[in-house]
């Protein structure tokens, strides 16, 4: 499942009461989709699966370069293979294991993951030369979300998530609204809003973190082994 950050941010502005961006302005509400989709990128993060192309003589690349403009230290790598892409259907050539299982970590048996940067042992290198053109270097993984650019911006979360960050946006709005009392004052002059009291808006949060709790345990992603 997908939406584009067009549509979020409409569900978001549904979500904290304020659809015609009075208090919460666009550029606002981006930055809190933004910060609540890194939060479920801890809780809950994105399985990836890349294909990297060999480089002669080079034992280090940077993962999911396409979708972040640098090198993300949060990304969590399950499993390597080194895959001959030339054949139909692709061919399994090896499986590369990490240098976590190994009884001697700097024994160049196995891959290790460092600041976002993937980095094979030595014989993966060797064993594409000459074939940089068709074997490929296969990645499984977790990493957080990329941030959406613009409306039409895809961004890969399920119906379940979607709801999720709805849940964590509010937390983040009310304790926004019960901080600053002139935010709150234009909030509530909103149709809807306008019998909210501060009390009440105090249960709200109160209730929307136990919320959030409950929701964060529920959706929490346990990491798969390689």
């Not at 849940?167 to 809807?192: A, H, K, P, S």
């Not at 009291?197 to 409950?214: Q, V």
Request: glycine letters at 6%; one cysteine or more; proline letters at 6%.
């Amino acid at each position: 499942m997908s939406i584009s950050l067009g549509a979020l941010k409409t569900q978001v502005a549904a979500a904290i009461r304020d659809p015609n961006g009075k208090t919460f302005t666009p550029t606002i509400v981006v930055s809190l989709i933004q910060a609540a989709l890194a939060t479920l990128g801890r809780v809950a993060p994105e399985e990836f699966q890349e294909d990297l192309t060999p480089v002669a003589n080079v034992n280090e690349y940077v993962l999911r370069s396409a979708a972040f403009s640098e090198a993300i230290p949060e990304i969590e790598v399950k499993r390597v293979e080194v895959w001959d892409g030339s054949q139909v259907p692709d061919q399994l050539l090896a499986i590369v294991l990490s240098s976590a299982g190994q009884p001697d970590p700097h024994s160049q048996a196995g891959y290790t993951v460092w600041n976002g940067k993937l980095q094979l042992p030595r014989y993966v290198p060797l064993m594409c030369v000459g074939h940089e053109d068709a074997y490929l270097i296969r990645v499984w993984g977790y990493s957080p979300y990329a941030p959406p650019t613009d409306d039409n911006s895809t961004i890969n979360i399920s119906n379940e998530l979607q709801w999720a960050l709805d849940e964590c946006v509010r937390v983040e709005v009310l304790t926004r609204l019960i901080g600053d009392r002139n935010l709150f004052t234009q909030w509530q002059t909103r149709m809807g809003n306008t019998d909210i009291t501060p009390a009440a808006l105090a249960n709200e949060l109160n209730m929307a973190r136990d919320n959030w709790r409950k929701t964060a345990r529920e959706i929490s992603r346990l990491r798969a082994s390689g």
